[in-house]
């Protein structure tokens, strides 16, 4: 919060920050992956039926694919620069370098038809239950993640499928 303060004080006193260099070594995602630019994770509206086709083909391969439970940087609802690092799960391809994923929270949604329940699994080092929040759809580009956490397994995946399939219409499978 504070630098964001301190950020629009400068703005607006009209002085300039220089951004740092980037120090990130090859092959290790950039502290700002998913955050900012062509590779921000953005928060769209659900595609149409044929927009969007589910698929489960995870491979531990460095990219994201759908299955997969990987972790970005997901803006907050309010859409005003907030947001933090979270688990999504890529439900499928857009197109060659970004996914459709949904997000994960560890927050209890019982009783709440925008969430699926998905239990626990290695991506929380707490072991806490995470749920699957289906009502709201995100584009992941391939740099924009910052690691592959988890496989999801193929009876929970095929669960979220159908959850999906019957609420926006989308097929399932190659």
């Known amino acids: 919060m504070a630098s964001g303060l301190f950020a629009r004080i ?3 006193l009209g002085g300039r920050r220089t951004a740092p ?9 950039a502290v700002n ?5 062509a590779t921000a994770t953005t928060a769209i509206a ?6 969007l086709r589910i698929t489960y083909a995870p491979s531990r ?12 940087w997901v803006p907050y609802a309010e ?6 690092d979270r688990p999504v799960l890529v439900i499928g391809r857009r197109d060659a370098s970004s ?4 997000k994960l929270t560890s927050k209890p949604k019982d009783r709440n038809r925008d969430f699926i329940l998905l239990g626990t699994g290695p991506w929380d080092d707490q072991g806490r239950p995470s749920w699957l929040d289906v009502d709201q759809i995100y584009v992941v580009h391939h740099d924009g993640m910052r ?3 988890a496989a999801l397994d193929p009876d929970r995946f095929a669960r979220v499928a159908h959850v999906l399939h019957r609420r926006f219409g989308w097929a399932v499978g190659e």
């Not at 260099?21 to 995602?29: E, F, K, N, S």
């Not at 659900?46 to 927009?51: C, L, T």
């Not at 391969?61 to 970005?72: K, L, Q, R, V, Y």
């Not at 859409?79 to 933090?84: E, L």
């Open 10 to 12: 400068v703005s607006f």
């Open 21 to 29: 260099a980037q120090t990130t070594p090859p092959g290790v995602p």
């Open 33 to 37: 992956a998913g955050r900012t630019s």
């Open 46 to 51: 659900a595609p149409g039926r044929k927009g």
């Open 61 to 72: 391969d460095g990219a994201p694919d759908g299955g997969e439970i990987i972790w970005t």
């Open 79 to 84: 859409n005003d620069g907030r947001g933090k």
């Open 99 to 102: 996914v459709y994923a949904v």
């Open 147 to 149: 690691r592959e956490a």
